[in-house]
């Protein structure tokens, strides 16, 4: 961004707001929106929202919804090349009958919830005035707690289970517009 100085206040031009979708969670059928405001010079605040209420190939759930607010340091202005960010997360599942990275999805059904934070890296490329593309990688701790059910489409209870995860909890190719 071109961070001309205002005839009216003699201070470089920082954007306040930007609203965003992440195109890796969109690849995956799942909607999500950001929105990214402007706390200081070097801050920033980003709150995302990532909802898939959809029914899968061959009548399998990957339902779920993640709600992952994050607090940035940036290294230049906000909105500016590289930053650093603190990030927490919640959600909730109900997945069965998919297929992820292994079977695991495959023969169960597993619904319950999930918290965590983790510490991210990530840079921004302006593509004009207003667009912008991020990219963003994260890793941390995640604590998930869960039903598992025999089948995708049955009731019928097997355990409840907790799970600790660490690894991977952000990754984006995020397209941004800028909002004054």
Not at 63 to 82: D, K, M, T, V
Not at 138 to 143: A, E, T
Request: charged residues 20%; glycine residues 10%.
């Amino acid at each position: 961004y071109s961070f001309v100085p205002s005839a009216s206040i003699g201070k470089p031009y920082l954007p306040q707001v930007a609203v965003k979708s992440n195109l890796l969670y969109l690849a995956t059928s799942s909607p999500n929106l950001a929105v990214e405001f402007g706390l200081a010079r070097k801050w920033t605040l980003d709150i995302a929202a990532i909802y898939n209420p959809f029914q899968v190939e061959k009548g399998g759930l990957n339902r779920f919804g993640i709600i992952q607010p994050e607090l940035r340091y940036w290294f230049c202005n906000r909105f500016e090349r590289h930053f650093i960010g603190l990030h927490g997360l919640y959600g909730r599942f109900n997945i069965g009958e998919v297929s992820f990275l292994s079977r695991t999805f495959e023969d169960h059904r597993y619904k319950g919830w999930g918290a965590g934070a983790g510490i991210a890296y990530g840079y921004h490329l302006p593509v004009s005035k207003r667009w912008a593309l991020e990219f963003t990688a994260g890793m941390g701790y995640v604590y998930l707690e869960y039903d598992k059910f025999r089948c995708y489409d049955c009731d019928e209870f097997i355990a409840q289970k907790n799970r600790h995860y660490l690894g991977p909890t952000r990754l984006g190719v995020s397209v941004v517009f800028m909002i004054k």
